[in-house]
Every structure is written in C-alpha cells, then in structure tokens.
C-alpha cells in the first residue's frame, strides 16, 4: 500500500518560480527512479524529469536549465524546483515512482494524483 501526494502547485506569472513536492508514503522499502510527468488539456502526458536513488537526473529539453529534480531520501519525497516559468509550462503536474516494498523483489509503479500549474499574466 503505496501513495504519492504532490503539493506545491498553484498560479504563477511568466517568469516566476514554483516549488512542487511529492511525498511517497505506505509499505516503502526503498524508492528507485522518482521523477514528475506533466499533460497539457488535449495533448500526450510527457516525461518533466527523473532523478534515481543516486542522484543521476534527466530532464525533458522543454525544461533544461530553468527546472530542477531533487529529492529527500530519508522523507521518501521528490521535489521539482521550477524556475523561469512559461505560459506553455501550464499542465497537471505527476508524480511517479518505482517503490520496492517488503513483500516484493521488483518495483511497483506509482502515480500520484497530479497537482495543477498554471503560468499566467
């Protein structure tokens, strides 16, 4: 029994910066690759970015530079720091995660419930 909860979302002008947060919390063992998804009204979900349990990050081109991955290990919590935010950057934030748990071998994929952003002057 695995939930991730976003926070941090909200309404921002261009240019402006957001802080969102994930938290993981259940039957968490040990957490591997965490990272954010995104989806614009009419269009596909994409990949924001992803961090792994060593810290190697990948983020979407749409995103380098402006947008940071990070996470807290001991609080089982992903942190996306956005920076220089756009009018396009408006979406449903997601959150997802591998979790291995106690009674598993492998990782089982979670999702949160998604977190609304929105640039806007």
């Known amino acids: 029994q695995v939930q991730l909860v976003e926070s941090g979302g909200g309404l921002v002008q261009p240019g402006g910066s957001l802080r969102l947060s994930c938290a993981a919390s259940g039957s968490i063992f040990s957490i591997s690759v965490m990272g954010w998804y995104r989806q614009a009204p009419g269009k596909q979900r994409e990949l924001v970015a992803t961090i792994t349990s060593s810290g190697t990050t990948n983020y979407a081109d749409s995103v380098k530079g402006r947008f940071s991955i990070s996470r807290d290990n001991a609080k089982n919590t992903v942190y996306l720091h956005m920076n220089s935010l756009k009018p396009e950057d408006t979406a449903v934030y997601y959150c997802?995660?591998?979790?291995?748990?106690?009674?598993?071998?492998?990782?089982?994929?979670?999702w949160g419930q998604g977190t609304q952003v929105t640039v806007s002057s």
């Open positions: 997802n995660a591998d979790v291995y748990t106690a009674t598993s071998r492998y990782a089982n994929n979670y």
